[in-house]
């Protein structure tokens, strides 16, 4: 479970670490947007290559990232299974009632994994490499124009980065509880499914309390340590538009254009 | 000596629960190390989220340096006091060591040039320099007990309440923290209110406040404090080291006129027997 | 059936293979025969969590093998099939609250019995005995274990694992948070179930006082290896030494020291008060005579 990389931060030194937020997080935004144009093997390939050579600049091995996602994998296939089976046109291959597999369907379903795929870990990149009060941070700088229209940027901002904390939050009180249980005896992941299901329905209600109550204590501690909101404060850490981010933009433009030129019109 | 903490009649009780404080009141004097001993239960950290303002009185008052503790002047109360909580592992926020030490000086608008001189003058004097890039989750209970510290010490408040911030610490590494805290108490006048079962820690104190169930049993200087063990020992209390061996060597037939000790005085009265017979 | 706990060069990093990786301990090997009262001690950081939680397998080595009673965990040793392993050993947590899940005190003390198969009834009676041996007050029965202090969440911790009747406990540093009494009545009962119910009780411990009085070996440790091992006589006999190892004298032995510079002069340092007693004691009274 501590091995789930989704939402969680690293503490680095990397390329990628050293990138100003507001700049990962509009590179982010633009990747995805860019993802949305590609409709071929080769749009995809180029993308899923500049990708790989993202994660290995955040100094993760692709390995260890991909394991870290692993949970995440499966949602995605059971996602594409079902756009699979309901979509229609092409050559089918097979058909039950509603149901069908065609050629068309299976190369989109495809295409679909790769694009969920490349989103999840584009985001995970960020979240690996940039802590959260960063990423809020980030956000707040990115979105300062929209003030003008009154739209609620600092407080997006504070939800967006109570959000981030959540995930990994969860997933370390889901450890600890599953450890406070193991060590009373609770066996995990033996016996039969129906057994196994009704071993994780006792984890629910101590995980969610948990997770409360840790928010809870979290939220007093920032208090007591003189905590208002996220705009009075001075920055430990400031992040400059340095030369690694103008290289990183170049890249990714430079790789936006050749998506445009290879995709299908 | 100026009252740095007055508490006035306080009421208090958790939501559903029965009045834990009941007309309560004490005060702390400005530039004393204040020892708040007392059994499990009795309300010590619940006091400390009180002075802080992190929960509210149901009746009473508490004034911390001329401030009442309201709404209007928690953030200046805020400012003056720094706590290290019971439980280090809900008290980080920082995603790292380091930034999780300028958490508390970023809200206080501390210039960056100077935050990362803080920062780093403080990780060192409580050893974790090193561990400056560590996730705090991951650090060994000790470990988290010191960046706990450290995140405190940095701020530089007027008073420091520390909640058994040093129970997880090996016994070196407790003592040196008791003396970094010294120093900075001597420096810059600083209150300290120690919480603690450690009753030789207490000893050391300028002042000794016992709580029991919710009631303040006693308050004095170490010297009257420990004078009666048998008080101490019916409210889950021990005595000190000194009493203790006093206790031994009235066992065996050396007689002390049974009164409270420290160590150097029985280092000296032990000499004085044995020379003089 | 080998009734000894051993550790086979043992090594744990976290976070293996990954670049953020962290070695907790290494090339441990150790062996802690049953029924013998082992305390471990050792700076902050120096791996005595990491090497507990490998005895009821909660952590698995990175390499090295660990027999507990003859059963065997190794680096690719799984979560599945540990229950009867778990039972033999009991393990409180360096920190309560995370040992606590359930929404009330009694059905958290609960859980441990019931989950080996004991009726609600019978699991209901081991876990209002368990909470009178921590010294729980019966009106915190219906309470969240989260809404307690910190002393109490401790006890009921303490409470949750004896009530399952463990041969092998472990205590990580089980009286932090304790006051005087219930640090005694904790290092009491840990010793009543050591002399007397034949446990082989592990305690990790920063109290040198608690080493002299109850522990019979002594482990120490220094950056995730094992430095010492030996009756605690052995382990306090080179006060440098210790100090070195960021650990301290038992308090009579610090204080006979000081004695000592006073000019006062004994005839070996004692560990336990009553022996500093003793030698004050006779120290006075041979006076006397002369
Ligand atoms: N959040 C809470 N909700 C309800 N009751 C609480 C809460 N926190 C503490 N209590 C109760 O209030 C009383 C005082 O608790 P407090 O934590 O102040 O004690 P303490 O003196 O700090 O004890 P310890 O030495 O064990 O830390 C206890 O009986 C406890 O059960
Ligand atoms: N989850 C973790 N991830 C990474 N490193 C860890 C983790 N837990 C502990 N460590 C590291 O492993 C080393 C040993 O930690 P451990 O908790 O075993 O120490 P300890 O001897 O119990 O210390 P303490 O007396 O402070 O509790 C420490 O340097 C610690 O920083
Ligand atoms: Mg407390
Ligand atoms: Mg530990």
Same mark, same amino acid.
């Given at each position: 479970m501590s091995n789930f990389l989704f939402g969680?931060?690293?503490?680095?030194?990397?390329?990628?670490?050293?990138?100003?937020? /507001?700049?990962?997080?509009?590179l982010c935004f633009f990747f995805v947007i860019v993802i949305f144009f590609a409709n071929n093997v080769w749009t995809y390939a180029t993308l899923s290559l500049l990708l790989i050579v993202v994660v290995l600049m955040s100094g993760v091995s692709i390995g260890y990232f991909l394991k870290g996602i692993r949970p995440l994998i499966w949602l995605i296939i059971?996602?594409?299974?079902? /756009?699979?089976?309901?979509?229609?046109?092409?050559?089918?291959?097979?058909?039950?009632?509603?149901f069908s597999v065609s050629d068309l369907s299976l190369i989109n379903g495809g295409f679909i994994f790769v694009r969920f795929l490349l989103i999840i870990m584009i985001s995970t990149v960020l979240t690996l490499t940039t802590t959260p009060l960063a990423i809020a941070d980030g956000v707040q700088t990115v979105l300062k124009p929209l003030k003008k229209f009154?739209?609620?940027?600092?407080?997006?901002?504070?939800?967006?980065?109570?959000?981030?904390?959540?995930?990994?939050?969860?997933?370390?009180? @889901?450890?600890?509880?599953?450890?406070? /249980?193991?060590?009373?005896?609770?066996?995990?992941?033996?016996?039969?499914?129906?057994?196994?299901?009704?071993?994780?329905?006792?984890?629910?209600?101590?995980?969610?309390? &948990?997770?409360?109550?840790?928010?809870?204590?979290?939220?007093?501690? @920032?208090?007591?340590? &003189?905590f208002t909101d996220s705009e009075h404060r001075s920055k430990y850490r400031v992040y400059k538009w340095q030369t690694k981010d103008t290289i990183s933009w170049g890249v990714f433009l430079l790789v936006g254009i050749l998506v445009l030129f290879l995709r299908n019109n | 000596m100026k009252d740095i903490i007055q508490i006035k009649n306080i009421t208090f009780n958790y939501p559903d629960q029965p009045l834990l404080f009941d007309q309560l009141s004490i005060d702390v004097h400005e530039g004393e190390w204040t020892a708040l001993i007392g059994q499990n239960g009795s309300g010590k950290s619940t006091l400390a989220r009180l002075i802080d303002g992190l929960i509210v009185l149901k009746s009473g008052q508490i004034v911390v340096d001329g401030l009442i503790v309201n709404d209007d002047n928690i953030f200046d109360i805020r400012n003056k006091i720094g706590i290290v909580f019971q439980n280090p592992e809900d008290q980080f926020v920082g995603a790292t060591v380091e930034d999780d030490v300028a958490f508390g000086l970023e809200n206080r608008q501390?210039?960056?040039?100077?935050?990362?001189?803080?920062?780093?003058?403080?990780?060192?004097?409580?050893?974790?320099?090193?561990?400056?890039?560590?996730?705090?989750?991951?650090?060994?209970?000790?470990?988290?007990?010191?960046?706990?510290?450290?995140?405190?010490?940095?701020?530089?408040?007027?008073?420091?309440?520390?909640?058994?911030a040093t129970s997880m610490l090996d016994p070196r590494g407790r003592q040196e923290i008791l003396d970094l805290v010294t120093k900075i108490k001597q420096e810059?006048?600083?209150?300290?209110?120690?919480?603690?079962?450690?009753?030789?820690?207490?000893?050391?104190?300028?002042?000794?406040?016992?709580?029991?169930?919710?009631?303040?049993?006693?308050e004095d200087k170490p010297d009257n404090i420990f004078g009666d063990i048998r008080k101490l020992e019916s409210i889950g209390l021990s005595a000190p080291f000194t009493s203790q061996l006093i206790m031994a060597l009235e066992k065996r037939g050396i007689d002390s006129s049974s009164q409270y000790l420290n160590d150097k005085r029985l280092i000296a009265w032990i000499k004085q027997l044995v020379s003089n017979k | 059936m080998d009734q000894?706990? !051993?550790?086979?060069?043992?090594?744990?990093?976290?976070?293996?293979?990954?670049?953020? !990786?962290?070695?907790?301990?290494?090339?441990? $090997?150790?062996?802690?025969?049953?029924? $013998?009262?082992?305390?471990?001690?050792?700076?902050?950081? $120096?791996?005595?969590?990491?090497?507990?939680?490998?005895?009821?397998?909660?952590?698995?080595?990175?390499?090295?093998?660990?027999d507990v009673y003859g059963r065997t965990i190794i680096p690719t040793t799984t979560n599945k099939n540990l229950k009867e392993l778990r039972k033999h050993v009991g393990m409180v947590f360096q920190f309560p609250e995370k040992q606590l899940f359930e929404e009330s005190v009694i059905k958290d003390i609960m859980f441990g019995p019931k989950n080996y198969g004991a009726s609600e009834a019978d699991a209901e009676k081991d876990a209002e005995d368990a909470m009178q041996l921590v010294g729980l007050d019966e009106s915190l029965r219906d309470k969240s274990p989260f809404d307690l202090s910190g002393g109490q969440m401790r006890r009921v911790a303490i409470a949750g694992v004896l009530a399952m009747k463990p041969e092998i406990l472990i205590l990580d540093e089980p009286t932090a948070g304790l006051d005087p009494r219930g640090h005694k009545e904790i290092m009491d009962l840990a010793q009543e179930l050591h002399d007397h119910r034949g446990l082989t009780i592990?305690?990790?411990?920063?109290?040198?006082?608690?080493?002299?009085?109850?522990? $019979?070996?002594?482990?120490?440790?220094?950056?995730?290896?094992?430095?010492k091992h030996g009756k605690p006589s052995d382990i306090f006999s080179d006060p440098k030494w210790v100090y070195q190892m960021h650990l301290d004298l038992p308090s009579s032995a610090e204080f006979a020291t000081r004695l000592v510079k006073a000019g006062i002069h004994l005839k070996q340092t004692p560990l336990t008060i009553e022996k500093l007693a003793d030698e004050i004691a006779e120290l006075i009274k041979w006076e006397a005579h002369t």
């Open positions: 969680r931060y690293l503490p680095g030194n990397s390329w990628v670490h050293r990138m100003s937020p /507001q700049s990962k997080l509009m059971f996602t594409v299974l079902l /756009q699979i089976l309901f979509s229609s046109g092409g050559h089918v291959y097979w058909h039950f009632g509603p009154h739209f609620p940027v600092d407080t997006l901002a504070l939800m967006l980065s109570i959000a981030l904390r959540f995930v990994p939050t969860l997933m370390d009180e @889901m450890e600890t509880i599953l450890n406070a /249980q193991r060590s009373r005896g609770v066996d995990f992941g033996s016996g039969s499914l129906r057994h196994r299901i009704q071993a994780a329905v006792p984890l629910l209600v101590p995980l969610f309390t &948990g997770a409360i109550n840790h928010a809870e204590n979290l939220s007093t501690a @920032m208090e007591a340590r &003189g | 501390m210039p960056r040039e100077e935050m990362h001189k803080v920062v780093e003058s403080s990780l060192k004097e409580v050893g974790m320099w090193e561990f400056r890039d560590r996730i705090p989750a991951n650090l060994s209970g000790g470990q988290k007990q010191r960046v706990a510290i450290a995140g405190i010490v940095a701020l530089s408040p007027k008073i420091i309440i520390l909640d058994e810059n006048n600083l209150t300290v209110i120690s919480i603690t079962h450690d009753i030789d820690e207490a000893a050391t104190a300028d002042r000794v406040i016992v709580v029991n169930k919710g009631t303040i049993v006693e | 000894t706990i !051993s550790f086979k060069q043992v090594t744990h990093t976290y976070q293996a293979n990954t670049p953020f !990786s962290q070695d907790a301990l290494d090339l441990v $090997s150790l062996t802690i025969p049953a029924h $013998s009262f082992t305390a471990i001690i050792g700076h902050t950081g $120096s791996g005595k969590s990491t090497l507990v939680q490998h005895i009821n397998a909660l952590l698995k080595p990175t390499s090295g093998e660990i592990i305690l990790v411990t920063h109290q040198m006082d608690d080493v002299v009085d109850y522990a $019979s070996d002594v482990i120490v440790m220094d950056r995730g290896k094992i430095v």
